[in-house]
């Protein structure tokens, strides 16, 4: 298995390159992301955290369009019969990594959570470890419309991450709550550290389905 180089779309060039494009866009929301959590743990609820959390809105936005441009022409051009199903959900999938990404930056501008200083270090490791997962579950999905043999290689370091972010994210919460700040103060913030932790949790759900999509497409 996995054994075959072909694009999927070889005949269908600007799908392709929306696909493409698609992909930018979750290592742009994944980017950016990791670079509004760094704004608010130096500075806060500032005026260059709201650009960021902009940024990423406009990442969210511009995905939501392509996702309905690509499923627009899946059906309009009658590509792919058999896998056409497949390839729609795994798009609604990253979209969804995407959608997370905005919606956890924007829930910290919210709540403007007050995070100790000793912590800050252990939510950079966590922010770039989910940072890093999604940006790899965009690789093995890209792969699977370029070049398929790959899809396994970058399915694995996404296992390996989550299950890293889980490590991450457990000792983060135990140290929460072995402090001494106030009962509400730690529940928001473990609420917030697993709001950052589930964004690999949906990235390992991509890739598990996509590994699947792969199969059928060698058979």
């Known amino acids: ?3 075959v180089k072909i694009s999927l779309f ?3 060039k600007t799908l392709e390159n929306k696909i493409d494009v698609f992909h930018d866009k979750v290592i742009d929301a994944a ?4 670079k509004s959590m760094h704004v608010y743990l130096s500075e806060g609820r500032c005026e260059a955290f709201k650009k960021v959390n902009k940024q990423l809105k406009q990442i969210e936005h511009d995905a939501d369009q392509l996702r309905r441009e690509i499923e627009s022409r899946l059906y309009s051009q009658n590509l792919i019969p058999d896998l056409r199903g497949n390839v729609l959900e795994l798009v609604e999938n990253l979209d969804k990594v995407i959608n997370r ?3 956890v930056s924007y829930q910290f501008y919210i709540e403007r959570p007050e995070i100790p200083e000793i912590y800050h270090s252990r939510i950079i490791d966590l922010t770039g470890q989910v940072t890093e997962c999604a940006e790899n579950m965009s690789i093995a999905s890209r792969s699977f419309f370029r070049d398929f ?3 396994r290689d970058y399915s694995q370091k996404v296992y390996f991450l989550e ?3 889980d490590l991450t ?3 983060l919460k135990e140290a929460i709550f072995d402090s001494d700040m106030p009962l509400a103060n730690k529940l928001q913030l473990s609420t917030l550290v697993d709001e950052i932790e589930k964004i690999a949790d949906l990235a390992e759900d991509c890739v598990d389905e996509l590994l699947i999509f792969t199969i059928k497409r060698d058979i």
């Open 1 to 3: 298995m996995f054994n």
């Open 10 to 12: 070889s005949r269908a």
């Open 149 to 151: 043999t790959l899809v």
């Open 169 to 171: 994210s457990g000792r």
């Open 101 to 103: 990404f905005d919606e």
């Open 31 to 34: 980017m950016t992301f990791n």
């Open 163 to 165: 299950h890293e972010t």
